[in-house]
């Protein structure tokens, strides 16, 4: 039987919009304390420069690095594929996840995404994370589905009764 593709994409750049707002508040906090200083020193270009370039360069990277992720799900495996200019593929069989819980921070519930926080039984990385995926609930379902396949047990039907068996989800207020 051949694996059919789950999900293949990259994660939504809207998990960095922490780093944005981080990155802006630093920069209001270099531009305060230089406006500050500007009657006891004169303003010095060059440092206000280097100060914001480097501000800059730590906004930037978490950006790079999402836009240089991978992911491929499939009824066998989960593929991540990251880095800039060192590659690192690594795999998960779909044969060691334990459970699978959905996340919605109210920030990425605004953009319609949602984290999902896979629990293995893997030594190296007991618990996997798959940041800011667009359509969370759904992929969490069929992911679920897939790794019920694999373990050969009964698919339980979906329900938004917590305290029903199979329900797996967790959503934040």
């Given at each position: ?42 303003l010095q270009w060059n440092v206000l420069l280097a100060q914001a370039g480097a501000v800059l360069i730590g906004v930037g990277l978490p950006f790079v690095k999402t836009a240089f992720t991978r992911i491929a799900i499939d009824t066998a495996r989960i593929t991540w ?93």
């Open positions: 039987m051949a694996n059919q593709v789950i999900f293949s994409g990259a994660p939504s750049q809207v998990c960095n919009l922490p780093a944005l707002l981080k990155g802006g508040v630093v920069m209001a906090l270099i531009g305060g304390i230089h406006l500050c200083t500007s009657n006891s020193f004169p594929t990251q880095g800039i200019l060192h590659r690192r593929v690594s795999t998960l069989e779909l044969s060691r996840i334990q459970s699978i819980t959905s996340i919605h921070p109210w920030w990425l519930r605004l953009f319609g995404t949602g984290s999902i926080i896979l629990t293995t039984n893997d030594v190296a990385h007991p618990v996997r994370r798959l940041p800011a995926i667009s359509n969370a609930d759904q992929l969490c379902k069929r992911l679920d589905e897939a790794v019920a396949v694999h373990h050969g047990r009964h698919i339980p039907p979906y329900t938004n009764d917590p305290n029903a068996p199979g329900y797996s989800q967790v959503h934040s207020i």
